[in-house]
Nanobody
Framework: QVQLVESGGGLVQAGGSLRLSCAASTSISAINFMGWFRQAPGNQRELVALLSKGGTTNYPDSVRGRFTISRDTAKNTVYLEMNKLKPEDTAVYYC?????????WGQGTQVTVSS
């Protein structure tokens, strides 16, 4: 069982920045993939950043160059640095731990970007 707790969401003006944190209850070094997803009202949950155990990152075009995923293995924490935020980035952001055979989700943190 992996428990994930997100924090760092809030209200920010367009063009601003936020850093989300995802604290895991176990060592993240052994987790195959850590990812950040988001879900806006009426939309499906979508991937915004992925970090493999080996350090490879992946981003969709909508956030590439603006969002950065990173980790601190000593703190078992994954971060999502979000810059140049846009109103369309408004959503609940979720952290996910993918162990291939099982996946775990955090409870989500709200990010609201005002225009």
């Amino acid at each position: 069982q992996v428990q994930l707790v997100e924090s760092g969401g809030g209200l920010v003006q367009a063009g601003g920045s936020l850093r989300l944190s995802c604290a895991a209850s176990t060592s993240i070094s052994a987790i195959n993939f850590m990812g950040w997803f988001r879900q806006a009202p009426g939309n499906q949950r979508e991937l915004v950043a992925l970090l493999s155990k080996g350090g490879t990152t992946n981003y969709p075009d909508s956030v590439r160059g603006r969002f950065t995923i990173s980790r601190d293995t000593a703190k078992n924490t994954v971060y999502l640095e979000m810059n140049k935020l846009k109103p369309e980035d408004t959503a609940v952001y979720y952290c996910k731990a993918d162990l291939i055979v099982r996946q775990f989700w955090g409870q989500g943190t709200q990010v609201t970007v005002s225009s």
